[in-house]
């Protein structure tokens, strides 16, 4: 059974960083295009960035050259590393996978990112 679990939110000034993880259980890791999206109230999720299993990484504009997504196979587990963060960044973010050659792409719960001073 496939799980997403998503950590490592919380509260930081505006200019702070932080690092999301998102683990990824089901052994599909390996071969899943993974990616990070964001929710805040009242709107669509959208797209923050995502990594390919063969690490070609696409960013929204929003995020580019501040946020870094990366991940690690050996322990199934991508990362969003968030930089200069911005009160506009507030959100919830979810992990998303989504397994070449699948139909199928699983969600985690999300976690909570909020800038504030």
């Known amino acids: 059974q496939v799980q997403v679990v998503e950590s490592g939110g919380g509260f930081v000034q505006p200019g702070g960083s932080l690092i999301l993880s998102c683990v990824v259980s089901?052994?599909?890791?390996?071969?899943?295009?993974m990616a990070w999206y964001l929710q805040t109230p009242g709107k669509q999720r959208e797209l923050v960035a995502g990594i390919t299993n063969g690490m070609t990484t696409n960013y929204a504009d929003f995020v580019q050259g501040r946020f870094t997504i990366s991940r690690d196979n050996a322990k199934d587990t991508a990362y969003l590393q968030m930089n200069n963060l911005k009160v506009e960044d507030t959100a919830v973010y979810y992990c998303n996978a989504k397994p070449i050659m699948s139909s199928n792409e699983y969600w985690g719960l999300g976690t909570q990112v909020t800038v504030s001073s």
């Open positions: 089901g052994r599909i890791f390996s071969t899943s295009a």
